[in-house]
Every structure is written in structure tokens, then in C-alpha cells.
């Protein structure tokens, strides 16, 4: 009896060590990820980055600050902005920034997620104050380049690298929206008229040309006028005939004119 008691008490001895170590290791044990840098504090100093690994470290002496390294999309809501000529234009931002320098990103900033979204703030309401609506709408396509270009300086200092920005939303008040609508309809309708007047012009220019041809060549009328009754057969037409001359009438394809001499008057009544 004496021999299981003994041999239940090390069990329970040896389960509670192992508990204690697991517990123990969780604490001395820092695991870093392939998406993660570590910043490794020896006594509150920073000492160097950790690449991806296991590393041990008395929490007491050494602390081991992970830092996410993937690409991570932020999105500015709508800011209401005056452009240069004082209309007030809503837009929004949608960015890709990554962290390159994750030493500089903590060292240097408090919050650089709060940095960077401070500074596409500042760059969209910098792009739209210095435009005229006009340019906005004819340049929009360049905002982008020009968002990246002012943001992604000044997000450098913090570590970030800027990747991508883009305008998610510009949206202009209800009454330009309808300003901007009857323009574009007006653009139309004038388009549509230089449209007609082109083939209004086209068409006199043509018939001037086949003016100045029959002038020259005045048998290109009755070419003309052929082509036309093969096209439309059972016409009667009369061609040229000198004066004095009897017209013979055609009638179809298939009538043959009658070419007999008239009937000569009987001697005699």
C-alpha cells in the first residue's frame, strides 16, 4: 500500500512540475511570426529587430515588442473640403501602406497607424483646396499620384512606406450635381447638331461635285437616268431625238418598238 502511495504522490509531483515549467516557458518564450518583426527592450533600451523565430528572454530584464510587416489597407472617411473657387466637395481615400522600418515605426511615433491616417487627411484636403472644380472633374484621374506623392513623404520619416492611394468617393452639392447634368446635356445636344451639319455639309458638297460633272459631261444625266429605270423596270422614258423626229416610246424590257412605216393613203379617195 505504501509502494502506490508513493508512486501516486511522485505522479502528482512530476504533473505539477510540468504544469509549473509549461507556465513558466509560456512567460520565458516569445514567438514571432513570418508576417511579424520583433523589437527586442534590454532594460528598456531598444537593442536590435528579431527576424522570424523562437527566442527566450526573462521578462523581467528583456521585453519583445511584435510588429505586423504585411500590407494593410486604411480608408479616410469623406472630408468636407472648400476647393479654390469655395464649393465644398465631400471626398474619400482609399490607401495601401506597409511597414519597412518596424524600429521607426514604434521609435518614432507614438501611433503610426493614427499618423498615417492623419496624413492622407491632410494630403486629400491639400489636393481638393488647391483645385477648381473644373480641374478636379478634368483631372481626376491624376489625384492619386498626387495623394501618394504629398502622403507618402511625409509618412517616411515614421517607417512607412506609402503603396497606393486612391479617391474612393468625390461627391459634389445636389445643385452642381444638376448644373454639371444639364452641361453635359447641352455638350450632347450641340454635338449632335455639328454631327448633322457635318452630313448636311457632305451631302451639298456631292451634289455641287455631280452639278459640275453633268456641266462637263452632260450625257452622265442619261447614264443616270438608265441606271435608274433598270432599277425600277416599267417606266416610259423618251431620249433625245432631233427636232422634228417622232419620240418612239419604251415600255419595259420587253416591249420592241414598232419601227414599220405609217400606212400610205389609197389613190383614189
Do not use: C, H
Not at 505504501?2 to 514567438?31: E, M, P, Q, W, Y
Not at 523589437?39 to 527566442?55: A, E, I, K, M, Q
Request: glycine share 6%; net charge positive; aromatic share 6%.
Amino acid at each position: 500500500m505504501d509502494l502506490i502511495f508513493r508512486f501516486l504522490v511522485v505522479a502528482a509531483l512530476a504533473i505539477l512540475a510540468l504544469a509549473v515549467a509549461a507556465s513558466l516557458g509560456s512567460k520565458f518564450r516569445t514567438t514571432i511570426f513570418e508576417y511579424e518583426r520583433g523589437l527586442r527592450f534590454s532594460r528598456g533600451r531598444f537593442t536590435r529587430v528579431l527576424d522570424p523565430g523562437v527566442y527566450w528572454s526573462l521578462p523581467a530584464l528583456v521585453r519583445i515588442q511584435r510588429v505586423d510587416v504585411r500590407p494593410t489597407r486604411i480608408v479616410v472617411a469623406g472630408q468636407e473640403v472648400l476647393s479654390a473657387d469655395g464649393v465644398a466637395v465631400k471626398g474619400s481615400v482609399m490607401a495601401t501602406y506597409q511597414v519597412v522600418e518596424p524600429q521607426k515605426a514604434v521609435l518614432a511615433s507614438d501611433d503610426f497607424r493614427a499618423a498615417v491616417y492623419s496624413e492622407l487627411q491632410l494630403a486629400l484636403r491639400a489636393v481638393i483646396s488647391e483645385a477648381r472644380i473644373d480641374d478636379l472633374l478634368q483631372q481626376r484621374a491624376e489625384i492619386p499620384a498626387r495623394l501618394k506623392a504629398i502622403a507618402g513623404e511625409k509618412v517616411r520619416p515614421f517607417g512607412v512606406e506609402l503603396q497606393d492611394a486612391s479617391m474612393r468617393d468625390l461627391t459634389f452639392p445636389g445643385e452642381l450635381k444638376k448644373i454639371f447634368t444639364q452641361v453635359v446635356k447641352a455638350r450632347q445636344e450641340g454635338l449632335a447638331a455639328l454631327e448633322k451639319a457635318r452630313g448636311e455639309t457632305a451631302a451639298l458638297r456631292n451634289l455641287a461635285n455631280a452639278a459640275q460633272m453633268v456641266e462637263r459631261n452632260p450625257a452622265l444625266i442619261q447614264l443616270r437616268l438608265l441606271q435608274v429605270l433598270a432599277q425600277q423596270p416599267g417606266n416610259t422614258v423618251v431620249l433625245g431625238m432631233p427636232p422634228g423626229g417622232t419620240p418612239i416610246p419604251v415600255r419595259g424590257a420587253s416591249a420592241a418598238p414598232d419601227l414599220s412605216p405609217p400606212d400610205e393613203p389609197s389613190e383614189g379617195r
